[in-house]
């Protein structure tokens, strides 16, 4: 199985941008849809976005939308998140996961986590 590593984060302030990444380790990374999840402080694990296998499909949480990009390099098995027009409502931890279930929207059908990266964004 997959095993994934974010990075990318950091503290910026409102309107700028960051890019994170999600490197994975494991075969056949080709083969999941990965997904990217938040937890804001004192929250719980709420969906951002997902990539299918070849990136013929993603979603967005609403409030990401026109914001943020998923993206996916399988000759590098990583996928990407970049984050334009940044808010203070989008701190927290990010996560990538692997997809294993059903649901592409609920953290529950994920798996395979990473430890996170923080995004802290100012006022």
């Known amino acids: 199985q997959l095993q994934l590593v974010e990075s990318g984060g950091g503290l910026v302030q409102a309107g700028d941008s960051l890019r994170l990444s999600c490197a994975a380790s494991?075969?056949?990374?080709?083969?999941?849809?990965l997904g990217w999840f938040r937890q804001p402080p004192g929250k719980g694990r709420e969906f951002v976005a997902y990539i299918t296998l070849s990136g013929e499909m993603t979603d967005y949480v609403d409030s990401a939308k026109g914001r943020f990009t998923i993206s996916r390099d399988n000759s590098k098995n990583t996928v990407y998140l970049q984050m334009n027009s940044l808010k203070p409502e989008d701190t927290a931890v990010y996560y990538c996961?692997?997809?294993?279930?059903?649901?592409?929207?609920?953290?529950?059908?994920?798996?395979?986590w990473g430890r996170g990266t923080q995004v802290t964004v100012s006022s």
């Open positions: 996961g692997v997809h294993l279930g059903v649901n592409m929207l609920d953290a529950a059908d994920y798996g395979s």
């Open positions: 494991g075969r056949a990374f080709d083969t999941y849809t």
